[in-house]
């Protein structure tokens, strides 16, 4: 019997890796927003974020995310991911 494949992502803070149906995938669109994407299929480029909000505070403040994403947060996004990670559980 074989084992079914489950993908894997690493966070872009602190290079964890786990499998892709645990991180959260924001997304910078092709029209140049910076939006989570809760499915996982959005079009775009990618980057992951395990789900504790260290993580979140140190890909905002550190500029980690803009690096990832290749572009520039305003403060506006900055706060509305800000939000998003109050809403998390650790």
């Given amino acids: 019997m074989?084992?079914?494949?489950v993908?894997?992502?690493t966070c872009i803070v602190c290079?964890?890796?786990?499998?892709?149906?645990?991180m959260v995938r924001l997304v910078r669109t092709p029209e140049g927003q910076l939006v989570v994407d809760e499915t996982g299929k959005r079009?775009?480029?990618g980057a992951y974020l395990c789900r504790?909000?260290?993580c979140w505070?140190?890909?905002l403040n550190e500029g980690r995310l803009a690096r990832a994403l290749q572009m520039e947060i305003d403060p506006g996004t900055?706060?509305?991911?800000?939000?998003?990670?109050?809403t998390l559980t650790e």
């Fill in 57 to 59: 505070e140190g890909a």
């Fill in 43 to 45: 079009n775009g480029r």
């Fill in 7 to 9: 993908p894997q992502r």
């Fill in 52 to 54: 504790r909000k260290a």
């Fill in 15 to 22: 290079r964890q890796v786990q499998s892709k149906r645990e």
């Fill in 78 to 86: 900055k706060e509305m991911m800000r939000d998003f990670a109050a």
């Fill in 2 to 5: 074989r084992r079914k494949h």
